[in-house]
């Protein structure tokens, strides 16, 4: 809809075959690889303690950039990478001894207890498809200006859209989906809508700068994450 208000949505004619299909393959490797392990993770010990672990991704971001785009890791940019990285991880590990040394304070209430085998392993599966996916848009957007990340974001949730749909082609899966309360499901479409508009900016920027330069910007998303 966004694409189509700003008179980009057209486009997408002009997207060769591959360009396509590097978008294509960066909307199912982020939004449903990435997503939905990274559902898990959450749900299995929090967000807190899903994000430092989901720094793994920019690793294989820039692996792959250096790898595959021939990208190139300035000293400065190393340096920001390092202080990108630990500040939230420098975060957590405060916030968590502060909650310690009050912990008197506060009247005992039912804590929610994480299972971190399972949190860890699917928060190391989703930065799999959240470090891959940026290198896909940069293949797919390179060559372009800004104005084409709204439709290569479109090209991209039309193709993982289409892996969902196909997936919930089982009755079981929809009769899941439906059994919602529909307060769980306000909060799923606020996520998604926040996501999107995220990914339009996010599209947009690898137009422009490298993966290199990107990736360890897109991690400051872990500051939002512990502060909210």
Known sequence: AIAL???????VTEFS?????????????????????NYRAVRAMGANLVGPVQQLSIILSLGL??????????????????????????????????????????PAKAAFTPKYAEGYLCAALSSTGYGTSSVLVRLGLADTDPAAGLPGVFVAYLAATLVVGAA???????????????????????????VGVSHMFRYMALTIIPVTVAAPLQQTQ???????
């Open 5 to 11: 208000i700003f008179g980009v949505l057209g486009r």
């Open 222 to 228: 872990a500051i939002f994450r512990l502060l909210f």
């Open 65 to 106: 950039a250096i790898g595959v785009l021939d990208e190139v890791l300035t000293p400065l940019r190393m340096l920001g990478i390092v202080l990108v990285v630990g500040g939230p991880i420098a975060m957590l590990r405060g916030r968590t001894g502060a909650k310690k040394e009050n912990a008197w304070e506060a």
């Open 168 to 194: 919930l082609a089982r009755p079981s899966q929809m009769r899941h989906v439906l059994s919602m309360e529909v307060s769980t499901m306000g909060w799923f479409s606020l996520s998604g809508l926040l």
């Open 17 to 37: 075959t591959a360009t396509i299909m590097w978008l294509s393959l960066s909307g199912i490797s982020h939004f449903v690889w990435g997503r939905y392990w």
